[in-house]
């Protein structure tokens, strides 16, 4: 009972943890949209990648339109050097403009699954590293059974580089952890980018292992946002897409950033959160998430209805 008590709460923060990374990169969309036109059109310039079509070919991108519905991808990986990394963070995100609702999905990271285009079977969160966006992208698409149109990619470890040119964070620490060289005391912690990455990653070191590393993620989501909204921070705006245009990458043209806003103003800012509750993690040459076959069926059938027109 108690393991499963501690699940559930795993999977609360999970879901207030993905809350917050959508409602930050929104918060980011925004920023970008008050500064100066010119910067804007040099950062989405730098951060648009289209998908490159390697002979199996992926539809066409859907542009962002204000009446049809769309959906998004969006990949938190943790990429470092000499490292294609893992899309710890996967969370589709469909968006109907006529009915005015957004839904969102987050996928455990180890969910067994088939990697399409790598004719294997593992973690979902293998399918970034075996193939990079497309490859993670079509294998969300098998999965869930619904069209995914744009993707949004954020490099974790560079973008909190944020922290630093906004001139650190200050959180109220819940607990005293210790992690190599890096202390951090029980109380109000003040963190640069570097230290927040290393505060973010611990793990092993806090008894609640994931459930703690989840609340220490939003504690500097939070805190990262709280100092960007500060009105003396539109000082630092360009440094600020400075780094965004280092760190996120997507297939989202200026004109689709525009729509994208004018769409969000118009919804109550209410995020519908899908999750998956009913799976169970089985051992098998390693650990795995194992979906409910019929919680499956049941949240793709959700998507594809938000997915259709009226």
Not at 48 to 72: A, D, I, Q
Not at 166 to 172: K, S, V, W
């Amino acid at each position: 009972m108690k393991e499963k008590s501690r699940r559930s709460k795993e999977k609360k923060g999970s879901r207030k943890l993905w809350k917050w990374l959508v409602g930050g990169f929104f918060f980011i969309i925004l920023v970008i949209a008050a500064t100066t036109y010119i910067s804007i059109q040099k950062t989405v310039d730098k951060m648009n990648t289209p998908l490159v079509e390697n002979g199996e070919g992926k539809s066409p991108v859907v542009n962002v339109s204000k009446t049809k519905p769309f959906s998004v991808l969006l990949l938190g990986v943790d990429e470092r050097e000499d490292d294609n990394g893992r899309s710890d963070t996967m969370i589709v995100v469909t968006v109907n403009p006529e009915k005015k609702s957004m839904k969102m999905l987050s996928i455990p990271r180890d969910t067994r699954t088939e990697i399409i285009g790598n004719d294997t079977v593992e973690k979902i969160n293998h399918a970034y590293a075996r193939g990079g966006v497309p490859m993670a992208m079509d294998t969300v698409e098998n999965f869930i059974d619904i069209p995914i149109d744009n993707y949004v990619f954020i490099n974790m470890e560079g973008f909190l580089q944020i922290i630093d040119t906004l001139g650190g964070i200050t959180i109220n620490n819940d607990m005293e952890l210790t992690y190599d060289n890096y202390h951090f005391p029980k109380g109000e912690v003040n963190l640069t980018g570097e230290e927040a990455l290393i505060f973010t990653r611990i793990r092993y070191e806090d008894p609640r292992g994931d459930f703690g590393r989840q609340i220490r993620q939003r504690q500097v989501i939070e805190a990262v946002m709280k100092k960007a909204s500060n009105p003396s921070m539109l000082m630092k705006v360009d440094d600020v897409l400075d780094v965004v245009g280092e760190n996120v990458r997507m297939n989202f043209a200026m004109s689709d950033l525009v729509k994208l806003q004018s769409i969000y103003k118009k919804m109550d800012g209410s995020i519908d959160q899908l999750s998956f509750e009913k799976g169970e993690e089985l051992r098998l040459d390693k650990w795995y998430y194992i979906p409910d076959d019929e919680e499956l069926l049941s949240i793709q059938t959700t998507l594809q209805e938000h997915l259709k027109e009226k």
